[in-house]
């Protein structure tokens, strides 16, 4: 990891809260930083977690904090969470993650859309950066942006882990968003990925590690612990770069210069 020292590189997604991580957490920020990963999005999942995140964002430069009921947790929004939500959000600099529509979440879709259309709404209307998360919702989600996008300028939007097809990829382009991709791209059986990763313009290309989830394809050994952290971030890029065929140290600086367009109203000046 050590040719990654001097260079500023993004992980656009993870969870350096979670729980998995308690024991660890300054090891893997020391990791990170070593491995030249200078600015991680860190996403909050549930109302649990808001106030640690914030934290994690106020001992570390590197943490921009992203606050939201992500879709498995829109069961347990408890009254008053649009107030609160809003109330950090007027308060701090921070974006709004992680949202979104999940097919396979025990949790009412309509809980879930009431939920994910009124973080929306606040974040159109304090135009703060959204990570969305979806899965098996394609439709569903583009109709959400595409009708959103007709009443007000949608805010800066990524939908992390891409995974869609490449007409839902050309749709989101379309609306302007980023597509996050994840260590599905490391997996030599995931083609279809593969292929809409290059075809995605690479402006509108973001990197992340999921982190402690989707460790890389070629780390799955028995040596390695199970738990995925973002100075792994690394071997994503190289993947990435070499799909791509672009030189390394230029596809990095690339994507640092995608994610200082998305988050720009959350980064310092
Ligand atoms: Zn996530």
Known sequence: MNDMVGRHCLDSHLHLQDPRLAAIRNDVLARAA????????CNATAEADWAEVLGLASISAAVIPFVGIHPWHAGTASAGW??????????SRCGIGEIGLDRKCPVAMERQEEIFSRQLQLATRLKRPLSLHCLGCWGRLR????????IAALPP???HSFSGSSEIMQRLVRLGCWLSFSAGLTDPKRERLRRVFVATPLHRILLETDAPDQLPFALKTAATPPLNEPANILALYREAAELRQIDLENFIHRIWNNGEIYADSL???
């Open 34 to 41: 070593a491995a030249g990963v200078a600015r991680m999005f």
């Open 82 to 91: 649009e107030k609160r939500l809003t109330m950090i959000l007027e308060t």
């Open 143 to 150: 109709e959400i942006l595409e009708h959103q996008a007709k």
């Open 157 to 159: 939007t990524m939908i």
């Open 267 to 269: 980064l310092p000046r």
